[in-house]
């Protein structure tokens, strides 16, 4: 790994404290990168921060937000405008799965309003000073799992209020994340900008912990023996953000470090351009 390769850029990444994030994270700032970390928890956040900038030898600085909050995404963004005048990587990693449907502060499906919305708005608010940072990247890490969404997003039963299934659910928001980063790259085409989403592998994190009952334990306990490191899943991640083999690249989804191509319904631009609307609507920012 170059590590002078990110030297005076500057990177967010989402959901740092853990798992992925975490490795990422501490990869980018390996490599000379100034990155920023969000958190929801002020305490796990500030302990995050320290451990990497002491393991990679440069400052780490902490932003405060909770993807499931629009009002704390938007304060969050607003933290990173006020210290960042220039943002190169937006890395976007915050994620959940719930196992029982719950619902956000905004009153949305909980792993809807997270794992896409959160997304959605994090990056439009951020959107303008990434454009003047280019050349620049966003990356989305998405998952496997949207293959479990097999008829496209449900737009028409977002709030999961007939039947709830945490692991299909949590697909069709892994695939939303595959088509916002799809339309995402037709939008930004020709600034200098790329979007891009990838697959991280399974891994053995805190993901998924917040869960009660058998599946719950299952995620706390026995993924460490079958699952990948998060150095591992992160590597797919760091490549989207870092590589010169990569830059250029725009509207693709990845694993282990190439571009394979995501199930036909991830390739929907009616369906990419629709999630799109609604989610401006959603989000407030319509109009």
Known sequence: MDAERMQGKTVVVTGATQGIGYAAALALARMGARVVITARDRGRGETA??????????PVELVLCDFASMASIREGAAAVLERCDRLHVLLNNAGALFLERRTSVDGLELTFATNHLGYFLF????????RQSAP?????VASAAHRLARRGPSFDDLARERGYRGFPVYGETKLMNILFTRELARRLAG???TANSLHPGVIA????????????????????YFFSTPEEGARTSVYLASSPEVEGVTGKYFASCREVRPRPQAEDDEAARRL????????????
């Open 123 to 130: 990056t439009a608010l951020l959107l303008e000073r990434i």
């Open 191 to 193: 600034s200098g900008v």
């Open 205 to 224: 994190s805190g993901f998924g912990t917040n869960n009660r009952g058998v599946l719950g334990w299952l995620m706390r306990h026995a993924t460490r």
């Open 49 to 58: 921060a320290a451990e990497i900038s002491a393991d990679a030898r440069v």
């Open 276 to 287: 799109w609307a609604l989610s401006e609507q959603l989000t407030g920012l319509a109009g």
């Open 136 to 140: 620049a990247r966003i990356v989305n």
